[in-house]
């Protein structure tokens, strides 16, 4: 996507930090996808809806367990928006979750990160493994 095509002030909340990207993948593969990752990444999944999951550490942080929901936006067809806000916990935790964590595990759904520019070309698309 162009850096034109920067959607984060329609997902905007105010005094939350988020990371967000777009996929061309099914919500249901997203969303299975989001649920291995966080048995991976010792979470737990403390509640599911059919478009947003709440994710908790089972450790315990230096603010409490971290607690991160993920909600999807299908802005377009065969696009989804995916964003990811802290719900409980360290920030500097929660910035390392998705920074470190999130994006190299989510590799193989993301289409783009938001904010980022020309990192992810087009002819990655037919990359995307969405089973």
């Known amino acids: 996507m162009s850096s034109g095509f920067d959607l984060s002030n329609m997902f905007k909340d105010k005094g939350k930090s988020g990371s967000m990207f777009t996929s061309k ?19 737990r999944v403390v509640c599911e809806k059919e478009f947003k999951v709440k994710l908790q550490g089972k450790t315990e942080g230096r603010k409490g367990k971290l607690a991160v929901s993920a909600e999807l936006f299908r802005v377009a067809t065969e696009v989804e928006v995916v964003k990811f806000s802290k719900l409980a916990g360290d920030t500097l935790e929660y910035t390392k979750f998705c920074e470190e964590d999130v994006r190299p595990a989510l590799k193989d759904v993301v289409w783009t990160w938001q904010g980022e520019e020309n990192e992810c070309e087009l002819k990655n698309v037919e990359n995307l493994d969405c089973h």
Do not use: D, P, T, Y
């Open 25 to 43: 993948c099914s919500a249901s593969a997203i969303m299975a996808k989001l649920r291995v990752v966080a048995e991976r990444l010792n979470f």
